[in-house]
Structure formats: C-alpha cells, structure tokens
C-alpha cells in the first residue's frame, strides 16, 4: 500500500513564501505522475500543480507564483509557494494525477493570514 505524507505547511503573511514536501513509500513506480491538490473549508478539492517528468503543469490561480518539483531518488515532491495570497490558505495533499488513490495522507495546511 502507498503511503503519502505531505509536511512544510504553516502561517505565513500574504507575500510570503512555503516550501511544501510530499513523501511517498509503499510500491508503485517513482516515476509516476504526480499533483498537489488543496482544498479550502467549504470547497471542493481541486488541483493545483502536476508533475510528469519533465513536464509541469499549474491551475491559471498559482500559475507564475508556484513550482512543482521532484526527487525521484527519495520519491518525494515538492511544492514551493511563493507570493502568497489568503485565497491560498487551505489544507494541501499530494496524490497521483490523473488518477488520485485512497487513502489520502492527512494533508499540511498552509495559512496565509496577516
């Protein structure tokens, strides 16, 4: 079974900067796509960045302020989250894309507050 654990959340001030980690175990392939989804309280989950090695793609809202990265060697992802706003503040999960599978890890939430 596959176990994802995202770290690296916290309160920031808007402008500010986060580095979110995802670190995945269990057997699957390193080199599967993988996402970064959030979701705000009373929203429904969307998906913010992906990453199929070599290629990225970003929701149009954190396009230009957000990075998806990976180390394949450590199956872990990366967020990094610059020029935050409070339209960001929500829990944050990594999980498979396109297809995400159960059971997700228990998120980072990341608060963008003054």
């Known amino acids: 079974q596959v176990q994802l654990v995202e770290s690296g959340g916290g309160l920031v001030q808007p402008g500010g900067s986060l580095r979110l980690s995802c670190a995945a175990s269990g057997n699957f392939f390193s080199g599967s796509a993988m996402g970064w989804y959030r979701q705000a309280p009373g929203k429904e989950r969307e998906l913010v960045a992906t990453?199929?090695?070599?290629?990225?793609s970003y929701a149009d809202s954190v396009k230009g302020r957000f990075i998806i990265s990976r180390d394949i060697a450590k199956k872990t992802v990366y967020l990094q989250m610059n020029s935050l706003k409070s339209e960001d503040t929500a829990m944050y999960y990594c999980?498979?894309?396109?297809?995400?599978?159960?059971?997700w890890g228990q998120g980072t939430q990341v608060t963008v507050s003054a």
């Open positions: 999980n498979f894309w396109p297809t995400a599978f159960d059971p």
């Open positions: 990453i199929r090695s070599p290629s990225t």
